[in-house]
T-cell receptor
């Protein structure tokens, strides 16, 4: 069945370090892929998305490329800030999916 | 972007009482809304899918009589936790899907504490 697997956290980095959070998926069909971010005590916000293979989603310095050959959608940022500390969720869904599938979330802690 | 609101943002109730949580899409019509429960250590569990004008579809293991879902209009879905107990204490999040179904928009969540 359809599913998303993302790396477990927490991930702890120093400010200005490079970030990678791995996400792989299994899907029957052609999903859109998403990264959501959740700050403490809040709901989920869409960070970026990609709707087809080889698309790159980007926002606020974060990027992820939809790789069909490796079924991956890894999240990257070149230089993290303390304000990036949050929980990040990878997800798949879209027009032909009756629901969205979420990874288990990865907590990111950025230290000054 | 599309906005989804939830009310209340937090609620404390006594064991045995019922609590209603509202989810509204403020600037778009949502034919489908979803209800999630978030457990400690962040995992997000889909409870049910709510379609306007029809019965909700519950995920396996979610009690239909415990968690009543009503999607009375294209902008409002409600989740009622009936006869709440301390183990129902959690963070409940709703989301709405637009008519094109291309993405979900999340509400800010409701923190339920049952004493």
């Amino acid at each position: 069945g359809d599913s998303v697997t993302q790396m477990e956290g927490p991930v702890t980095l120093s400010e200005e370090a490079f970030l990678t959070i791995n996400c792989t998926y299994t899907a029957t069909g052609y999903p859109s892929l998403f990264w959501y971010v959740q700050y403490p005590g809040e709901g989920l916000q869409l960070l970026l998305k990609a709707t087809k293979a080889d698309d790159k989603g980007s926002n606020k310095g974060f990027e992820a490329t939809y790789r069909k050959e490796t079924t991956s959608f890894h999240l990257e940022k070149g230089s993290v800030q303390v304000s990036d500390s949050a929980v990040y969720f990878c997800a798949l869904g879209g027009l032909n999916f009756n629901k969205f599938y979420f990874g288990s979330g990865t907590k990111l802690n950025v230290k000054p | 972007g599309a906005v989804v609101s939830q009310h209340p943002s937090w609620v404390i109730c006594k064991s045995g009482t019922s609590v209603k949580i509202e989810c509204r899409s403020l600037d778009f019509q949502a034919t489908t809304m979803f209800w999630y429960r978030q457990f400690p250590k962040q995992s997000l569990m889909l409870m049910a899918t709510s379609n306007e004008g029809s019965k909700a579809t519950y995920e396996q293991g979610v009690e239909k009589d415990k968690f009543l879902i009503n999607h009375a209009s294209l902008t409002l879905s409600t989740l009622t936790v009936t006869s709440a107990h301390p183990e129902d204490s959690s963070f409940y999040i709703c989301s709405a899907r637009d008519r094109w179904g291309s993405e979900q928009f999340f509400g800010p969540g409701t923190r339920l504490t049952v004493l």
